[in-house]
């Protein structure tokens, strides 16, 4: 939060520095209405930073000048002398606070309620006293102008090239070692420079993201609103004055979208959306920009109504406004003045917003851009450039052509051929399974018009969208790289991100990931949508199931939805015990299915199956893939838990009975309350309850509280209050029946299981 | 009255004003730059920078400049370099330019990248935009 708090403050001073010019200028001339927007909106900005930085001081007074501000520009006030006067004084006083604050002295707050008076309508001109004397602190930071720090930058790049052409040029010739010596010297610092200069001017977006958690609960909570939050991407790296820039207009954006978007709860349940909203912020670089996304999923923009408020307030004319498509429509929220909610909050809501967020984004070579769903949510995607320009990358190698892939797009790398890997072609297309996942498949020879040399490694990339392999002939080196924006006519093959020049001297293009998945005509599902429609479109498509190669060698499947999740566990957690084999996990035991013998492992995997209520476990050797089950199956002869045989790619395969492994050998669901009358020398729970537990009752020894039990279970002529069980079984010590001829006698097992199964209704 | 580099493209004299000429090399080994422009032969290095070569052939829509042509002319467009692949160049000399002659029929790429004529003992060159030989990207790209 300090850091926001610097932020914050740094950021204050400079605008009211900017300021000072507009406040006099207006003093001047109050009906201009660009300085009015200035003010107007530095007020607002203010006022929004306040809300998440907990400093209600200075909310109160940018809230009252603000308004009186909004009065203004709505013509419901005239900016007199004593408005204006009240407005700078109200400007003045947050510059004070803000010093106070970073000075962390105190400040009086007295004539605060006094300022916030004088702006009425009928005020008096308030008489303030001037503080003392200025408060500032002494910073111990620097800040500095972005064209040094551009300047630095590209002074930076050269000189690693400049120091790469100087060391081929030596390896070419014999030299002094001492010159190489030197040569050593100057490279580790040239390195080490690099590093610096570039961290002063990249920061993970996650500076951006990470004050939003809170501000979103926060405003969800001021409007008694349900609001889930997701943040992917934060590790996406960002000029830092980009993040900067962002700031402000993001902040706007998440309100307006918690504000404006997102319905109540109430509103939510009459439309059949779950009552928790869904907002989504993420960020992923694509090609030579970096995109941020902010989805949500609530009502998203009414453009009709957007449209007849435009006109409403004279920003548009019928004309116009007759000649205008749907985007069009939807691009009047840009409209300064402009806003579509009908009453004013402390949160959003004044028309201030997005044309501020524009004219930011586009301040900074950015573009923004709107999906709008109407009743079902807005997308906003921030698109701004990327000054990125030293990356580490992954060299590969097709053909004679080598080329840099960043590194922060490939998950990992694997060889053709070996055990992980599985390629298939599917129709014309090429998928890959890796470790039972299916990705889909490129091959960058092809897709570049390459001959290759034979692919020997996959690549599995991983874009925003989804991830895809991508077959290589080799990986070369890893290298960390000056990359520079490419000329027009390449960057438009979309398949680059830009260009750069290596130790070798040879020039080397840099890969898009997610633009060669867009010219390889990958589809990605993505988006909250995409997932709720991949949710709906699922079972529709058929049964999934999981193939797998079983411990006997033979191929099988089991449906997904029988398996809860695939683990791999140590064979010591296995033993035969109680007749059967059992897993130890998690401190349960779960009884284990094995087709053969585990043998000499010190690992395998198993499957974990349920059924909703009983869990078992399966042994396998790997898995393979998921399928999809064809319609077709052979039914089964003989025994063993294989329901039938169905293909796959051609293969016969097994298609495991669930349900078989269910019912063999398992418990019955301990759902039948059976309650054990403790007995004096402890004979009920020490022999008795580890048997009926087995058989599936649930034992207690102490009466239940919530009502009566389904069994007891007393020992020769105890008692029991008639309505803690509905029936009773009497056990007795002795054999002969001499005693209670209803009793059975404590040992004789089919009887004793016989009478509770009566008794419990099951027979 | 200007500064023009007298060069041959295509088999043909041209004029290049110099203002658009930021030096003249013969570059070295070309990085193919695959799915890209028929017209932008690869990617040349060039005293640590790298520098897009262009096969004026190609770009004038004529036949492609042979893979063994070396020199070039260095162009700035756009913040770009281009390496533009002529046959040969002779000199510097001022010259003055005229529009081109009424009447005139320009073929192929010629018609847009001639934007005038120079005179030079009596022959009469093209003047040739190294702008209109670089593929650039469409405004709604």
Redesign the interface.
């Known amino acids: 939060m300090d850091d926001l708090l610097q932020e914050f403050i740094a950021e204050t001073r400079e605008t009211l520095e900017a300021l000072s010019g507009e406040i006099v200028a207006w003093e001047a001339a109050p009906t201009d209405r660009t300085r009015l927007d200035a003010i107007f909106r530095f007020v607002h900005t203010v006022k929004g930073s306040c809300g998440f930085l907990d400093l209600p001081r200075l909310a109160r007074l940018s809230h009252a000048a603000e308004d009186v501000l909004a009065a203004v520009r709505d013509g419901q006030r005239l900016p007199d002398t004593a408005l204006v006067d009240a407005v700078l004084a109200i400007v003045d006083r947050i510059g004070e606070l803000v010093e106070a604050i970073d000075a962390g002295a105190p400040l009086d707050d007295s004539c605060e309620d006094l300022l916030i008076a004088a702006l009425a309508e009928d005020a008096r001109p308030a008489v303030v006293a001037q503080p003392a004397a200025a408060m500032r602190s002494n910073g111990r930071s620097v800040r500095l102008n972005v064209d040094l720090l551009d300047r630095m930058m590209s002074g930076m790049s ?1 000189m690693v ?2 120091r ?2 100087l060391a081929r040029r030596l390896r070419d010739e014999q030299v002094d070692p001492l010159v190489e010596a030197a040569l050593e010297r100057l490279s580790l610092t040239v390195s080490d420079m690099r590093d610096t200069v570039t961290r002063t001017r990249m920061q993970r977006i996650d500076a951006l993201f990470s004050a939003l958690p809170r501000m979103v609960r926060d405003t969800a909570g001021e409007l008694g609103k349900s609001v889930a939050l997701s943040i992917d991407g934060a590790d996406v790296e960002l000029d830092r004055e980009m993040i900067e820039l962002m700031r402000d207009p993001l902040v706007h954006i998440i309100r307006n979208a918690v504000d404006h978007g997102i319905e109540t709860p109430a509103e939510r349940r009459a439309a059949g959306k779950p009552e928790t909203g869904r907002l989504l912020v993420s960020a992923r670089q694509s090609g030579n920009q970096i995109l941020v996304e902010i989805a949500d999923d609530g009502r998203g923009i009414d453009s009709d109504r957007l449209a007849a408020k435009a006109r409403a307030q004279g920003l548009v004319s019928d004309a116009a406004l007759a000649s205008m498509d749907a985007a069009a429509r939807l691009d009047l929220i840009f409209h300064a003045g402009l806003s579509s909610r009908d009453t004013v909050t402390a949160i959003s809501g004044r028309g201030v917003g997005m044309d501020v967020v524009r004219s930011n984004i586009e301040h900074i070579g950015g573009r923004i851009q709107l999906a709008n769903r109407p009743g079902q949510g807005l997308t906003i995607v921030i698109s701004v450039p990327l000054t990125l320009s030293i990356m580490s990358t992954i060299v590969v190698g097709v053909g004679d ?1 080598r080329f840099a892939i960043a590194r922060q797009s490939v998950d990992e790398i694997l060889r053709i051929g070996g055990e992980t890997v599985r390629i298939d072609t599917v129709g014309d297309a090429q998928v890959a399974t890796v470790r039972g996942r299916r990705l889909p498949l490129v091959s960058l020879g092809r ?4 001959g290759t040399g034979g692919e020997t490694n996959l690549a599995i990339v991983a874009t925003r969208d989804g991830d895809y392999a991508l077959a290589i002939d080799a990986v070369i080196d890893a290298e960390e790289l000056v990359v ?10 979309g ?2 991100a830009g ?3 290596p130790d070798s ?5 840099l890969l898009d990931a997610s633009g060669i998945a867009t ?1 390889a005509g990958l589809r990605f599902l993505h988006g909250i949508l995409a997932e709720e429609e991949a949710a709906a479109a699922a079972p529709a498509r058929g049964v999934l199931a999981l193939m797998f190669e079983d411990l006997d060698d033979q191929r099988r499947v089991l449906p997904l939805a029988a398996i809860d999740r695939v683990e791999t566990v140590s064979t010591a957690a296995i033993r035969r015990t109680g007749g059967q084999l059992r897993l130890a996990i998690g401190g349960h035991l779960v009884p284990l299915h094995a087709a053969a013998a585990i043998g000499e492992r010190a690992d395998l995997p198993v499957l974990r199956l349920t059924d909703g209520s009983t869990e078992i476990a399966y042994a396998i050797h790997e898995p393979v893939e998921i399928v999809q089950l064809p319609g077709e199956v052979a039914p089964a002869r003989g025994v063993g838990p294989v329901a039938g045989v169905v293909i796959i790619d051609g293969e016969q395969v097994e298609l495991l009975d669930a349900h078989a492994l269910f019912a063999g050998a398992l418990q019955p669901a301990g759902d039948r309350l059976c309650w054990l009358q403790r007995d004096a020398g402890g004979w009920m729970e020490t022999f008795l309850r580890p048997m009926l537990e087995s058989m599936g009752y649930r034992c207690v020894m102490q009466p239940p509280p919530d009502g009566p039990a389904d069994v007891a279970l007393v020992m020769d002529g105890a008692t029991i209050a008639p309505a803690a069980a509905r029936n009773v079984v009497r056990l007795r010590q002795e054999r002969p029946s001499d005693g209670d001829p209803a009793s059975i006698y404590r040992y004789d097992r089919p009887a004793l299981l016989d009478a509770l199964a009566h008794a419990v209704g099951d027979r | 009255m200007g500064l023009f580099l007298i060069a041959h493209i295509a088999g043909r004299g041209v004029a290049i004003e110099t203002s658009q000429v930021d030096s003249v090399v013969d570059i070295a080994q070309v990085i193919a730059v695959p799915r890209t422009e028929a017209a932008v032969r690869g990617l040349v290095a060039l005293r640590s920078r790298v520098v897009t070569v262009i096969d004026t052939g190609t770009a004038l829509g004529l036949d492609p400049t042979p893979a063994s042509a070396r020199r070039a002319v260095i162009t700035r467009i756009d913040g770009h370099l281009y390496a533009i692949l002529v046959d040969e160049l002779e000199d510097v000399s001022v010259f003055e330019a005229q529009p081109l002659s009424p009447g005139l029929a320009l073929d192929h790429g010629w018609a847009r990248a001639g934007i005038g004529l120079v005179e030079r003992d009596g022959e009469p060159l093209l003047i040739v935009d190294l702008a209109a030989l670089v593929p650039q990207q469409t405004l709604a790209a």
């Open positions: 050269e090239l400049a790469n052409e052509q897709l570049l018009g390459i520079k924006p490419a000329a027009p006519a390449v960057m438009a093959t398949v680059y260009h750069t020049l001297g040879l020039p080397m293009l010219v």
